[in-house]
């Protein structure tokens, strides 16, 4: 099982270019989510989707764009990066919210 | 401040000796509390899924405890093994009471043989 796959697995960027992450699961599951990773934080949530259809912010959406393309997958665009946005991404998903999260093996991303 | 916070930032241990994480929080209320097994370069994986009204949950060498009453959890691993090499992660959820996930830092673990 694939489980939550995400492309790529590295991008480097400069600053300004845009960028569009993928992530795609094969469970089935409703929700799906994006969270970023820094050093010494906690994973925030970026955006997320409750099911196909809808999407909504969560804790750091400014400067990212979400497509929740049909039930299986959904992506991340970054209109014009910044070194800030220098992180690794995650994709997750699941079925309820009492069930963990499914999450993907990520995507770093560096702009210079 | 992080409204979960984990203690150590980092642990060393031998191979085949135990260790106890900790996960202090303040979210409040919450529905359940989660520990997440984070590989290098890996994305996090469910260990544990704990409800408010319940004290303790293992999974193999992995127990959880919680004190709902003090806002805390442990997570303690047995016998450890090289392979328990990873970054241990507390997250609390509030999303019954229309909260998101909120992560702590994490422990990053190494077992050295």
């Known amino acids: ?112 | 401040k992080n409204q979960v916070e984990q203690s150590p930032q980092s642990l060393i241990i031998l191979e085949g000796k135990n260790c106890t994480l900790q996960c202090n929080y303040t979210v409040s209320p919450f529905s359940n509390l989660r520990w997440y097994k984070q590989d290098t370069g890996r994305g996090p994986v469910s260990l544990t899924i704990m409800t408010f009204s319940e004290n303790t949950k293992s999974n193999g060498r992995y127990t959880a405890t919680l004190d709902a009453d003090t806002k805390q959890s442990s997570l303690h691993i047995t016998a450890s093994q090289l392979s328990d090499s990873a970054s241990y992660i507390c997250v609390v959820s509030a999303e019954k009471y229309g909260n998101k996930l909120v992560f702590g830092a994490g422990t990053i673990l190494r077992v050295k043989s």
């Open chain 1, 1 to 112: 099982n694939a489980g939550v796959t995400q492309t790529p697995k590295f991008q480097v960027l400069k600053t300004g270019q845009s960028m569009t992450l993928q992530c795609a699961q094969d469970m089935n599951h409703n929700s799906m989510y994006w969270y970023r990773q820094d050093p010494g934080m906690g994973l925030r949530l970026i955006y997320y989707s409750a099911s196909e259809g809808t999407t909504d912010k969560g804790e750091v959406p400014n400067g990212y764009n979400v497509s929740r393309l049909n039930k299986r997958e959904f992506s991340l665009r970054l209109e014009s990066a910044a070194p800030s946005q220098t992180s690794v991404y995650f994709c997750a998903s699941r079925q309820i919210s009492n069930q963990p999260q499914h999450f993907g093996d990520g995507t770093r991303l560096s702009i210079l």
